[in-house]
């Protein structure tokens, strides 16, 4: 990553004082991904054992992505300024128990490579399920209990101090990267061909990818119209500390990398 990136330029201190988080920053874009040849080596992997999916191969993806293109993307506002985070972490949804919808965070995402990041998800599920991990579950489930109003203000200054001020709590381990650089779900498992994330007001994360459903629709290979499988993919992203160009770039090296998936086998 480089360091001396100028993060802090005019238009990004005023974009971080205008707008509100995430109220008014949004920016929304999605594309459509041809994946026909990406599943075959999907299937060819399973087969290996190595079991992956769409959504282990785009959180890969974006992770390298970030750390390779777009490292603009691993920043977020702390005290009026834009700082980066100390490593890349993903934010995975997850079914658990019971149907229950839950996330997984991935430390260091982009020093793995596919084959370590199957087995890292699985272990993480394997201890949410018994309770042994999510400590974002675990923060939800305790501020539930909490009556209102209460539960309003104590959630305000858990934003105040950790989302807007930027300290961390080692002890009840809250901080600003609790949730990690970004977010992946997949909505297409739940049946629905398209959508876009929420910029939660409790995470200090800059973009959020939703995978939607893979459809076979007609497209035009070397000149002839044929059925491809086709995924739709959507970002949104922070507007205080990115812009639309740099979701342009991050879509491009999706868009490469998945017509190249064996680069995903070797580490960065």
Do not use: C
């Amino acid at each position: 990553m480089n360091s001396s990136l100028d993060l802090n330029t005019n238009w990004r201190k005023v974009a971080s004082t205008i707008y509100k988080k995430p109220i008014d920053s949004k920016i929304y874009g999605s594309v459509e991904i041809d994946v026909t040849d990406l599943e075959k080596y999907i299937s060819a992997k399973r087969k290996e054992g190595i079991k992956i999916t769409l959504t282990h191969i785009i959180t890969l993806i974006v992770g390298r992505a970030i750390k390779l293109e777009v490292p603009e993307l691993n920043t977020f506002v702390k005290r009026g300024k834009i700082v980066n985070r100390p490593q890349i972490d993903a934010m995975v949804s997850v079914l658990l128990q019971d149907g229950e919808m839950g996330s997984v965070k991935i430390e260091n995402i982009d020093k793995l490579n596919i084959s370590e990041l199957s087995d890292e998800i699985a272990k993480k599920i394997k201890a949410s399920r018994k309770g042994n991990e999510n400590n974002t579950m675990q923060s939800k489930d305790s501020l539930s209990k909490i009556p209102w109003p209460f539960r309003s203000w104590v959630f305000y200054l858990y934003r105040l101090f950790t989302i807007h001020w930027g300290f961390s709590f080692p002890v009840i381990k809250l901080s600003a990267n609790s949730f990690g650089s970004y977010v992946v779900s997949n909505i297409g498992t739940l049946g629905l061909d398209s959508g876009y994330g929420a910029l939660l007001p409790s995470a200090n994360v800059s973009i959020v990818m939703i995978l939607g459903g893979v459809n076979k629709k007609p497209v035009v290979v070397n000149d002839e119209i044929v059925p491809r499988r086709i995924l739709s993919l959507s970002a949104t992203l922070d507007h205080r500390v990115v812009d639309g160009s740099h979701g342009g770039k991050l879509f491009r090296v999706i868009k490469q990398m998945i017509r190249n998936p064996y680069l995903l086998d070797e580490h960065i």
